[in-house]
């Protein structure tokens, strides 16, 4: 059996050191530096009452900048009459992965189109991964995600359910990215 | 004699006070400097409430450390099942007391006439003058390295009993790393002794009150060289980031004190932060001249050109303890620098920089000092 030797590998771009950069003092007193620098500038401005970081406290200070493409909260949009477009069809539920979603449906007498809607709509933020998977589940474009993230740190994660009530105070005429009714005539 | 209990008793409070201060506060500093060097906020959320109002002092976080100590008190104290559990109690201890101990023959002020401070006490006093030390020994600076050296057995005591691989791993990471650091200290600080003539520390930090040329009498001025490589030795010695192989987190969990948890792991982290008080206070102490600051003596400052600013006694004393203060936080402030700039070096390169690089150069340093010194005095 021949004997293996380990040979290691030379790359072509393999990185060298000059003799100043092998000497380490100075490349540490370099390193220094800059972090330095950077502690100064950012005490400098925080000493001047001046934000020296890109931080936001977040609970009290909620960045405007998301991505429009950002999935946030949830949103159920809403018939021109105000109520609900779901019809509690529970197809959101069952693709939850989190398996968040609560529906109650109830019937409406009153809208023989849409006999069935949801009494009880309700997220538990405290689980929900924000994969949007209920967004494109919903065959009536009833949910959507706005950008914005809920507002919810909380001690507690019993609090961290939302309802119907807050889910539909979204109003869809401000979204410009999708028309609302929804073209094709579907809603109504 | 009762007017030396009532001195050193004070000196004695006074030293606990400052430690267990810089020990407290320095882990705020530490999150709180890192956080600024890389463009965050750091640790602001801990507050104490006023009672019966809806106020709340922040203090820039400040109660962090409070906050922390009060966590880890309240801890569950998990005990591993070990065969040696008197050491495995007593190791946190055997890290922790030589720390502080460290700190009783340094110097943290001028020569204290308390005569003179409170006259209405004079007469009871009878003249006595006190170094601001608490214990002014000939032996002074054998003395921080017996104490220094110490700490290796508390972590090869914790390692080894807590029946833990990863513990033992990281005992003897500890201890060879330690101990080849020790050397270095011992080695760069021998030149210095050589300059000075004396291990007592009181008179090493006297010695550096005058000035050479234009510059302050200071330990750096005569030894830079020496300088940089007792902060790094001292840095390795008390093994934070740059050396901090005993307690690899990613290969060791956490080193030699993974077993323990609680205020017994707390006890570890303080040893560790009030070190860094000690290195400093020791830098200041060789290198930086204790409590001197430049043109300054017992009677005030005396700038060139005739210039002079008389100052009394107390005034003299308050300005000596701030300076060494000053000094001291600088340091730990650079310290911590350090430590969150540096990348961790391998284990056997820790080795490696010990004995190929820091070794002969503390060597050189010594034999060229023993040279200048030899060609200087005869």
Redesign the interface.
């Known amino acids: 059996m021949k004997k293996y030797t380990y040979v290691r590998r030379r790359y072509w771009n393999e990185p060298t050191m000059s003799w100043w950069e092998r000497a380490y ?1 100075f490349e ?1 007193l370099r ?2 530096a ?3 620098g ?2 100064m500038r ?2 400098g401005k ?1 000493m001047t009452g001046r934000k ?4 936001s ?1 977040y609970p009290e200070e909620t960045r405007p900048d998301y991505a429009a493409g950002n999935r946030g909260k949830h949103v159920l949009t809403q018939r021109p009459d105000g109520r609900p477009q779901c019809i509690a069809c529970n197809m959101c539920a069952t693709v939850c992965p989190a398996k968040v979603i609560e529906i109650e449906a109830a019937f409406d007498p009153d809208d023989p189109a849409h006999p069935k809607y949801p009494s009880r709509f309700e997220i538990d933020y405290s689980r929900c991964v924000f994969c949007g998977l209920c967004v494109e589940a919903c065959p009536e474009d009833a949910i959507r995600m706005a950008k914005e993230v809920p507002d919810f740190p909380s001690p507690d994660r019993t609090n961290m359910w939302l309802g119907k009530e807050e889910l539909l105070t979204w109003n869809p005429q401000r979204d410009v990215a999708k028309p609302y009714p929804p073209a094709g005539g579907a809603a109504g | 004699m009762i007017q030396d209990l009532v001195v050193y008793a004070a000196f004695i409070g006074y030293a606990i006070g400052v430690l267990m201060t810089f020990g407290l506060l320095l882990t705020w500093v530490e999150r709180k400097q890192a956080a600024v060097m890389s463009d965050r906020i750091g640790a602001n959320r801990a507050y104490f409430r006023l009672p019966f109002t809806q106020v709340k002092l922040v203090w820039w976080g400040l109660f962090h450390g409070i906050a922390d100590g009060v966590k880890m008190l309240l801890k569950e104290d998990f005990r591993p099942r070990t065969y040696d559990w008197y050491a495995y109690m007593v190791a946190p201890w055997v890290v922790f007391t030589p720390v502080l101990l460290v700190f009783a023959v340094i110097p943290f002020g001028g020569m204290l006439d308390p005569g003179r401070l409170f006259p209405s006490l004079a007469e009871w006093f009878g003249g006595r003058t006190y170094p601001m030390q608490i214990a002014r020994l000939d032996a002074g600076l054998l003395m921080v390295f017996a104490f220094g050296g110490m700490t290796i057995i508390g972590a090869m005591l914790a390692g080894w009993s807590s029946s833990n691989k990863f513990a033992l791993l990281g005992a003897l990471r500890a201890g060879s790393q330690m101990i080849s650091y020790e050397l270095v200290m011992g080695l760069t600080v021998l030149g210095l002794i050589l300059i000075y003539g004396t291990v007592d520390m009181f008179d090493i930090v006297t010695q550096q009150s005058g000035r050479v040329g234009g510059l302050p009498a200071w330990g750096i001025v005569f030894q830079p060289f020496a300088a940089t490589l007792f902060l790094a030795a001292a840095i390795a010695e008390n093994k934070r980031i740059p050396f901090d192989l005993p307690e690899a987190e990613s290969e060791l969990i956490s080193g030699y004190f993974t077993e323990y948890s609680a205020m017994k792991m707390g006890l570890f982290m303080f040893a560790e932060f009030i070190e860094i008080a000690i290195i400093a206070a020791l830098f200041t102490t060789l290198f930086l001249g204790g409590p001197n600051l430049p043109y300054m003596s017992d009677a005030g400052f005396a700038f060139p050109g005739g210039y002079e600013i008389r100052m009394s006694h107390g005034a003299v004393v308050a300005t000596q303890v701030i300076v060494f203060l000053g000094k001291v936080a600088l340091l730990c402030s650079f310290q911590i620098l350090i430590r969150w700039s540096l990348p961790r070096f391998r284990y056997d390169q820790v080795l490696k920089f010990a004995w190929k690089f820091m070794l002969p150069l503390a060597l050189v340093n010594l034999v060229v000092t023993v040279v200048w010194m030899w060609a200087r005095h005869g």
């Open positions: 003092l540490i390193g220094l800059i972090t330095g950077v502690f950012n005490m925080w020296g970081a890109l931080t406290y």
